[in-house]
């Protein structure tokens, strides 16, 4: 099992703050996932992947994946007081679900 | 409130390696936290900060002082499957919990 966070790379992101965008999203996406999914990913590590994707389009493509797939998914907002403009898109995450349900919504994306 | 998590800028951990360990820490530490907190910290936006650290003995007092103080922590190992060594000392999440009360384990350090 996996979960995969993708990060947008377009946006100048600094590295602490791509680190907390990543666990927002991290963290929205499995209180999304139900209770004996959340035991066995975390049973197994909680084993995540964090991808990078261009522009917010492609995360909102990916989140409607997700969710016609049924898997937990979850898109963060910057709130805006550093770095990024209010209301930015940042980072989906897709899981935790079984690596190869995760692998068809995020499968053709790059290691960040 | 707030949760700092520290991550080790002393190992080269590449952007996404540092931000799937973040995450590892945040959640591991936020499901360390009683309900009622939980609650609270995502009402107000789960603020997350990320700080550098550089050494593992410099997480270890951390998480002492964490402890000491009774806040929510946790430190994690790097499964070591890439870049790092297995069992690699990587982050601490301190909280969520009063910024103040964070800031009297954390507040030395400098964001990532």
Do not use: C
Request: glycine content about 10%; cysteine-free; overall charge negative.
């Amino acid at each position: 099992m996996k979960q995969a966070i993708v990060a947008r790379a377009d946006i100048g992101m600094g590295q602490g703050k791509l680190a907390a965008q990543v666990a927002h999203a991290s963290l929205s996406a499995y209180e999304d996932t139900d209770t004996q999914t959340r035991k066995r990913w975390k049973g197994e590590g909680q084993k995540k992947v964090v991808l990078k994707a261009n522009g917010e389009s492609t995360l909102f493509e990916l989140a409607e994946k997700a969710d016609r797939a049924g898997l937990p998914n979850a898109i963060i907002r910057d709130a805006g007081h550093t770095q990024l403009d209010p209301g930015t898109v940042t980072a989906l995450a897709v899981g935790p679900a079984e690596d190869d349900l995760v692998d068809r919504v995020t499968g053709d994306l790059s290691l960040y």
